[in-house]
């Protein structure tokens, strides 16, 4: 268990619609990157939050964005969904200078 | 770019030895460890700093040749629980540290 926390688990979106991931983060972890994995790849990174900001971005479109709060939990929310959207949605709770990097279990997502 | 793993997929039986390899074209700051199972999320096993340090714990090691650019993770006689995908992450700059995940390896465990 690492602390981690994502809801919902499972869900399944109509190509169009919006959806909202959440994160809880590990205590002591200022930062929190959220990450897609298609079926037999590696995580790919979206973006990384540090402090509320975004601090950095991976090669997603603006339908991609996200939020931190200040108990450091975030949100990811994808408008205008597609088919190709449909993966594992992972967060992974980060350390300054990401000594420690824990994932939740992910939110599968699926846009039909 | 993404870290370059070798080899994409091994078999073993229980017991042997195994060797991954990651490799990346940019100049590293720290490598991570991570094992995935199927349908779960990756499980962090070790991180490696700059400074070309050794790890391990139980029968899983890793090394990181900084010059190189190179990790590889050691498997030491392994269990049938070690089987899964295993990523490495590489983090390239201090102070803007993002996660590169590599290609991946599968890692089959027979008895």
């Known amino acids: 268990e690492t602390g981690v926390t994502q809801s919902p688990t499972h869900l399944i979106k109509t190509r169009g619609q919006q959806v909202t991931l959440r994160c809880s983060s590990q205590s002591g972890h200022n930062t929190v990157s959220w990450y897609q994995q298609a079926l037999g790849q590696g995580p790919q990174f979206i973006f990384q939050y540090y402090r509320e900001e975004e601090n950095g971005r991976g090669n997603f479109p603006p339908r991609f964005s996200g939020l931190q709060f200040p108990n450091y939990s975030s949100e990811l929310n994808v408008n205008a969904l597609e088919l190709d959207d449909s993966a594992l949605y992972l967060c992974?709770?980060?350390?300054?200078?990401?000594?420690?990097?824990?994932f939740g279990q992910g939110t599968r997502l699926t846009v039909v | 770019q993404q870290p370059v793993q070798s080899p994409q997929a091994v078999i073993l039986r229980e017991g042997e030895d195994a060797v991954i390899n990651c490799s990346s074209s940019?100049?590293?700051?720290?490598v991570h460890w991570y094992r995935q199972k199927h349908g779960e999320a990756p499980v962090f096993l070790m991180i490696l700093l700059k400074g070309g340090e050794q790890k391990g714990h139980d029968k899983i090691s890793a090394s990181f040749n900084e010059k190189k650019q190179q990790s590889s993770l050691y498997l030491t006689a392994s269990q049938l629980s070690y089987s899964g995908t295993y990523f490495c992450?590489?983090?390239?700059?201090?102070?803007?540290?993002?996660?590169?995940f590599g290609t991946g390896t599968r890692l089959t465990i027979i008895p």
């Open positions: 992974a709770s980060e350390t300054p200078g990401i000594t420690e990097a824990f």
């Open positions: 992450g590489t983090v390239s700059n201090f102070g803007n540290e993002k996660l590169t």
């Open positions: 940019k100049a590293l700051y720290s």
